[in-house]
């Protein structure tokens, strides 16, 4: 576990009969922007809360900073900083003084420290307000405040680009590399998953409480690449037959549009020019190519299950007229 700012082995956690987490082990290196991610139910909010000591696991063993972690260990969480669900703040102080609350409830904090916080997510201007006159885009940024004012080692955040405004989320992005490239590590659960595609160096997917895939978002991106062909719909058979060994499939038909079907060849994009040219060596010509490599992609097919087990896209995952997934 050397170089792991979090790592939990064979974490389990009930609600009554209703299992929360499977044996979750997990790996978050130092230095990193670490993406975890999950449909709703999966156990992600469980996790966070194992990690800051609200709740107590059933079984299994966490690290927190290279340190074995139980809850009751208020001065390992010195070291981090969290914020999770929804922010609650006292709605008759101002913005600078629920920080000072907060802040008295850690280590010690100099004055300098809320100024600078306060700064960094943008509300300087406003930290004598009143936090009851703040949107909700504003009270999200005082809870990375609040999870950032005692300049922790480690940040959860739990969904933090809930209720930003695109500007708001790139403040943020720019924020979290900050943070990183002063050695500091960063856990955030979040359901934009382009915004996790350009943030995180490492993610981890967590289906029905278990972790399903981990590692660097460079490799796993380069595992769910592939490649989209347009063929007339005379050739279909055709190009499924000689593009076989590659792992080729079938779209459902298009509508308004059944004498042409897209294909999905599971290549790396660096292929599609070599596919292309395999086709028209045998004479069948594309009329249209698209590569795709994404998180999303990713997501819904490790994610999207059936109750037997088999898994399917959801109704809004079918191509649309234009083809697109």
């Given at each position: 576990?050397?170089?792991?700012a979090?790592a939990t082995r064979?974490l389990?956690k009930?609600?009554?009969a209703?299992?929360?987490?499977?044996?979750l082990?997990?790996n978050v290196?130092?230095?990193?922007?670490?993406?975890f991610?999950?449909?709703?139910?999966?156990?992600?909010?469980?996790?966070m809360?194992?990690?800051v000591?609200?709740?107590?696991?059933?079984?299994?063993?966490v690290?927190?900073l290279?340190e074995?972690?139980?809850?009751g260990?208020?001065?390992r969480l010195?070291?981090?900083?969290?914020?999770?669900?929804q922010?609650a703040?006292?709605?008759y102080?101002?913005?600078?003084?629920n920080l000072?609350?907060?802040?008295?409830a850690?280590?010690?904090?100099?004055t300098t420290?809320?100024?600078e916080?306060l700064?960094?997510v943008g509300?300087?201007?406003?930290?004598?307000?009143?936090?009851k006159?703040?949107?909700?885009?504003?009270k999200?940024?005082?809870g990375?405040?609040?999870?950032?004012?005692?300049?922790?080692?480690?940040?959860?955040?739990?969904?933090?680009?809930?209720?930003?405004?695109?500007?708001g989320?790139?403040?943020?992005?720019e924020?979290l590399?900050?943070l990183t490239a002063?050695?500091?590590?960063?856990?955030?659960?979040?359901?934009?998953?382009?915004e996790?595609?350009q943030l995180?160096?490492?993610?981890?997917?967590?289906?029905r409480?278990?972790l399903?895939r981990?590692g660097p978002?460079?490799?796993?991106?380069?595992e769910?690449?592939?490649?989209r062909?347009?063929?007339?719909?005379?050739e279909?058979?055709?190009?499924i037959e000689?593009?076989?060994?590659?792992?080729?499939?079938l779209?459902p038909?298009?509508a308004?549009?059944p004498?042409h079907?897209?294909l999905?060849?599971?290549?790396?994009s660096?292929?599609a020019?070599?596919?292309n040219?395999?086709?028209?060596?045998?004479?069948?010509?594309?009329?249209?190519l698209?590569t795709?490599?994404?998180?999303?992609?990713?997501?819904?097919?490790?994610?999207?299950?059936l109750?037997?087990?088999?898994r399917v896209?959801?109704?809004w995952?079918e191509p649309?007229?234009?083809g697109?997934i």
């Open positions: 576990m050397d170089g792991l979090i064979g389990v009930r609600y009554g209703q299992p929360a987490l499977q044996g082990d997990m290196p130092t230095g990193a922007v670490y993406g991610l999950g449909p709703n139910g999966a156990g992600k909010t469980t996790l809360r194992i990690l000591g609200l709740l107590r696991p059933d079984a299994g063993e690290r927190l290279g074995p972690f139980h809850r260990d208020r001065r010195f070291g981090v900083g969290s914020l999770i669900e922010p703040f006292y709605p102080l101002s913005g600078r003084d000072r609350v907060f802040a008295a850690g280590p010690y904090t100099p420290r809320i100024d916080v700064e960094y509300l300087r201007d406003r930290a004598r307000s009143k936090v006159t703040y949107s909700l885009g504003m999200q940024r005082l990375i405040a609040v999870a950032l004012v005692s300049d922790p080692q480690l940040l959860l955040l739990d969904e933090p680009g809930n209720g930003l405004d695109p500007a989320i790139v403040a943020m992005r924020l590399r900050f002063q050695g500091k590590t960063v856990l955030v659960s979040s359901h934009i998953l382009p996790v595609q995180a160096d490492v993610v981890g997917i967590v289906d409480g278990r399903v981990e978002l460079e490799r796993l991106l380069g769910s690449a592939h490649v062909i347009r063929v007339d719909a005379d279909v058979a055709r190009v000689l593009l076989a060994p590659r792992g080729t499939e779209e038909p298009m308004g549009d004498s079907r897209w999905v060849v599971r290549v790396t660096d292929h020019a070599a596919v040219q395999r086709l028209a060596e045998q004479g069948v010509f594309v009329s249209g698209e795709k490599s994404d998180l999303e992609a990713l997501f819904l097919s490790l994610t999207t299950t109750p037997t087990g088999g896209g959801p109704p995952a649309s007229a234009g697109r």
